[in-house]
């Protein structure tokens, strides 16, 4: 099972960037993706990325967030620009091993289905 470890989360104000990471161990996956979650809100995708180069956003964060992978290092980093309070959530990165997974039906259903997740980094944007 691919272990996940997440670093990079902080406290910014409003139009400002963070860059969050993810470094992937003990396995291959087809697919990694980011996911975001605040209190008394559902898990929500926010970005994702397979194997073979596709990738999408979701329609809130394209523009503004950056999904990147290094596959000689096994890390996943979401660069994060003119961040929102509406930002402010927990940051889940996760794996899936279908090298063919549908990402928009990934993140669309907030990560259903993957196969590993990382303990999360929160992210907090004041305004």
């Known amino acids: 099972q691919v272990q996940l470890v997440e670093s990079g989360g902080g406290s910014v104000q409003a139009g400002g960037s963070l860059t969050l990471s993810c470094g992937a161990s003990?396995?291959?996956?087809?697919?990694m993706g980011w996911f975001r979650q605040s209190p008394g809100k559902e898990r929500e995708g926010v970005a994702a990325?397979?194997?073979?180069?596709?990738?999408t956003y979701a329609d809130s964060v394209r523009g503004r967030l950056t999904i990147s992978q290094d596959k000689a290092k096994n890390t996943l980093t979401l660069q994060m620009n003119s961040l929102k309070p509406e930002d402010t959530a927990m940051y889940y990165c996760?794996?899936?091993?279908?090298?063919?997974?549908?990402?928009?039906?990934?993140?669309?259903?907030?990560?259903?289905?993957?196969?590993?997740w990382g303990q999360g980094t929160q992210v907090t944007v004041s305004s």
């Open positions: 990325i397979r194997t073979d180069g596709i990738l």
């Open positions: 003990g396995g291959d996956f087809g697919s």
């Open positions: 996760a794996a899936s091993k279908d090298k063919e997974r549908s990402l928009t039906l990934w993140l669309r259903t907030g990560g259903d289905e993957s196969d590993s």
